[in-house]
């Protein structure tokens, strides 16, 4: 996590700061009106924890930076050397990423490059509330999508249902 932060220009002093918090903390309980013997805490940063939300978006932000490619669809075509083309391949809302790829087999490889790049920082795609929505296609059921070697969930949608049913 702090080699991340570094790479995202985050002051050294900031770094250490935090790093404080994390690193070599110890901890000691009361109960029965007497404190416990210390010991070591080595969780690393917790649900809750006042930083959390904010170190959780960076290292998030890295992990999908490191696992872009040429997935996704094309938003602005390429102008120039100097404008190449601009791509869409993920909506994000908090831990929610939604990874946007036209076949399930660039669905599939989008999916283990963006698997692998979280273990690398020690995150886990949790694959019980990992779901595949395919949006207007007549032929969703023609193939799985795995995530280690578990079947990902179908979960069908069609944009011109629900339009009719908001009206």
């Excluded at 700061?17 to 000691?28: E, G």
């Excluded at 932000?61 to 996704?72: L, S």
């Excluded at 578990?150 to 009719?164: G, T």
Aim: glycine share 6%; aromatic share 6%; net charge negative.
């Amino acid at each position: 996590m702090f080699a991340i932060l570094r790479s995202y220009g985050i002051p050294e002093e900031i770094e250490q700061a935090i790093r404080v918090l994390y690193d070599d903390s110890t901890s000691k309980v009361f109960v029965d009106s007497k404190f416990s013997k210390e010991f070591k805490v080595a969780t690393g940063v917790l649900q809750g924890d006042v930083l959390a939300p904010s170190l959780f978006i960076i290292v998030m932000d890295y992990v999908m930076r490191d696992a872009e490619g040429e997935f996704g669809f094309v938003t602005h075509l390429r102008q120039s050397s100097r404008m190449p083309e601009q791509r869409l391949n993920d909506l994000a809302y908090a831990d929610n990423i939604a990874l946007l790829e036209g076949s399930l087999i660039r669905a599939q490889q989008q999916l283990d490059r963006t698997n692998n790049s979280a273990l690398k920082v020690g995150l886990e795609i949790n694959v019980g509330k990992t779901n595949r929505m395919e949006l207007n296609t007549s032929n969703a059921a023609q193939g799985t999508l795995t995530l280690n070697a578990e079947p990902i969930e179908l979960v069908m949608a069609s944009s011109e249902k629900d339009m009719k049913h908001r009206k």
